[in-house]
C-alpha cells in the first residue's frame, strides 16, 4: 500500500469515523437536536480533524500544499464570486419557484429569521450578505478535509477528482438524512436530490480552490451555500410556499447544474486553465 493510498484511507476512516459516531450519540443516545450549530461541531470538523492527523503522523506530508494562504489579492475575485454567487443562486432558484407557479413572493419569513425579534426587511438582506463572512472560519472544517486535501489525492483527472469527492462527502451527509437536521417525507429521495446538490457544489468548489490556489475562498462559497441558499430557500420555499425539501433541492439544481455545465465544458477543471495560474501566484 503506497503512503498516498495509507494516508487517503485513514483520513476517510477518521472523518467517517468521528463524524457518524458524532451523529449517533448526540442523536440518538443523549436525543440532542442536529439542528443546533454546537451539535454539529464534532461533525463539521471531523474532516479537518482528520486532514491533521494524517498529514502531520500518517503521511508526514505537512501543510505545503493545503492552500492555506488567504491569497486575496491574487483570488480576489473568486472571492467575490464566492460571496455573491450564492446570492445569485438563490435568486433563480426563488425566481424558478414564482415562474413555474409554486411560490408566490413572500417576505414576511424573512422577519422571524432570529427567534423573538421583528426584523426589517433591510437589516436581514444585510445579515444575509455579512453572516457567510463572519461565520467562514466555521467552514475550515469541511473544506480544509474534502476540497485541500482528498481531492488533490482522489485522482490525476480534476473532474474525476472533483465527481469522487462529492460523491464520497455526500455519503459522509447521510446519517443526517434520519435526524431532525433535515426533513424528508421519504428520506430515500432526499438522499438522491441532496446526493445530486451536493455532487453540484463540489464541481463548483473544486473550481473555485484551484483557480483561486486557498481553502479559505471554498470556505466562502460553503458558508454562503448554507447560510443563504440552504436557510433562505427554506425560508421562502418551505416556510413561505409550503414546497417540500426534495422540490426544492431540484429548483436549487438548475442554477448549480448550469454552473456545473459552464465549468465543465469551458474545460476550467483542465490543470492548464486552472492549476497553473494559482501555482504561479504560489511561487511569487
Same mark, same amino acid.
Given at each position: 500500500?503506497?503512503?498516498?493510498?495509507?494516508?487517503?484511507?485513514?483520513?476517510?476512516?477518521?472523518?467517517?469515523?468521528?463524524?457518524?459516531?458524532?451523529?449517533?450519540?448526540?442523536?440518538?443516545?443523549?436525543?440532542?437536536?442536529?439542528?443546533?450549530p454546537l451539535v454539529q461541531l464534532p461533525m463539521a470538523f471531523s474532516?479537518?480533524?482528520?486532514?491533521?492527523?494524517?498529514?502531520?503522523?500518517?503521511?508526514?506530508?505537512?501543510?505545503?500544499?493545503?492552500?492555506?494562504?488567504?491569497?486575496?489579492?491574487?483570488?480576489?475575485?473568486?472571492?467575490?464570486?464566492?460571496?455573491?454567487?450564492?446570492?445569485?443562486?438563490?435568486?433563480?432558484?426563488?425566481?424558478?419557484?414564482?415562474?413555474?407557479?409554486?411560490?408566490?413572493?413572500?417576505?414576511?419569513?424573512?422577519?422571524? *429569521?432570529?427567534?423573538?425579534?421583528?426584523?426589517?426587511?433591510?437589516? #436581514?438582506? %444585510?445579515?444575509? $450578505?455579512? @453572516?457567510?463572512? =463572519? +461565520?467562514?472560519?466555521?467552514?475550515?472544517?469541511?473544506e480544509f478535509g474534502w476540497r485541500s486535501y482528498l481531492q488533490p489525492?482522489?485522482?490525476?483527472?480534476?473532474?474525476?477528482?472533483?465527481?469522487?469527492?462529492?460523491?464520497?462527502?455526500?455519503?459522509?451527509?447521510?446519517?443526517?438524512?434520519?435526524?431532525?437536521?433535515?426533513?424528508?417525507?421519504?428520506?430515500?429521495?432526499?438522499?438522491?436530490?441532496?446526493?445530486?446538490?451536493?455532487?453540484?457544489?463540489?464541481?463548483?468548489?473544486?473550481?473555485?480552490?484551484?483557480?483561486?490556489?486557498?481553502?479559505?475562498?471554498?470556505?466562502?462559497?460553503?458558508?454562503?451555500?448554507?447560510?443563504?441558499?440552504?436557510?433562505?430557500?427554506?425560508?421562502?420555499?418551505?416556510?413561505?410556499?409550503? *414546497?417540500?425539501?426534495?422540490?426544492?433541492?431540484?429548483?436549487?439544481? #438548475?442554477? %448549480?447544474?448550469? $454552473?456545473? @455545465?459552464?465549468? =465543465? +465544458?469551458?474545460?476550467?477543471?483542465?490543470?492548464?486553465?486552472?492549476?497553473?495560474?494559482?501555482?504561479?501566484?504560489?511561487?511569487?
Amino acid at each position: 500500500m503506497g503512503l498516498t493510498t495509507k494516508g487517503v484511507l485513514t483520513f476517510l476512516l477518521i472523518s467517517f469515523g468521528l463524524a457518524w459516531g458524532a451523529v449517533l450519540v448526540a442523536h440518538f443516545v443523549l436525543d440532542m437536536s442536529l439542528v443546533n450549530p454546537l451539535v454539529q461541531l464534532p461533525m463539521a470538523f471531523s474532516p479537518a480533524i482528520a486532514a491533521v492527523i494524517v498529514r502531520l503522523w500518517v503521511t508526514g506530508e505537512g501543510f505545503r500544499d493545503a492552500g492555506l494562504r488567504p491569497r486575496v489579492r491574487a483570488a480576489g475575485v473568486y472571492y467575490l464570486l464566492a460571496w455573491i454567487g450564492p446570492v445569485l443562486v438563490l435568486a433563480v432558484t426563488v425566481g424558478l419557484a414564482i415562474v413555474l407557479g409554486l411560490y408566490r413572493l413572500d417576505f414576511s419569513p424573512l422577519r422571524q *429569521l432570529v427567534p423573538g425579534m421583528d426584523l426589517p426587511v433591510p437589516a #436581514v438582506l %444585510l445579515l444575509l $450578505l455579512a @453572516a457567510p463572512v =463572519l +461565520l467562514l472560519p466555521a467552514f475550515w472544517g469541511e473544506e480544509f478535509g474534502w476540497r485541500s486535501y482528498l481531492q488533490p489525492r482522489a485522482s490525476r483527472s480534476l473532474v474525476q477528482a472533483a465527481l469522487i469527492t462529492g460523491i464520497i462527502w455526500s455519503v459522509w451527509h447521510y446519517p443526517l438524512v434520519f435526524t431532525d437536521y433535515v426533513e424528508y417525507s421519504d428520506p430515500f429521495l432526499g438522499l438522491a436530490t441532496w446526493t445530486l446538490l451536493i455532487v453540484a457544489q463540489a464541481i463548483i468548489l473544486a473550481w473555485l480552490f484551484l483557480r483561486s490556489g486557498s481553502v479559505w475562498v471554498p470556505c466562502l462559497a460553503h458558508a454562503g451555500n448554507n447560510l443563504i441558499i440552504g436557510t433562505f430557500s427554506f425560508l421562502f420555499l418551505a416556510e413561505g410556499g409550503g *414546497l417540500d425539501m426534495p422540490t426544492i433541492e431540484l429548483l436549487q439544481l #438548475v442554477p %448549480l447544474s448550469a $454552473l456545473c @455545465a459552464w465549468i =465543465l +465544458l469551458t474545460g476550467r477543471l483542465h490543470p492548464s486553465r486552472e492549476a497553473k495560474p494559482a501555482q504561479r501566484d504560489e511561487a511569487r
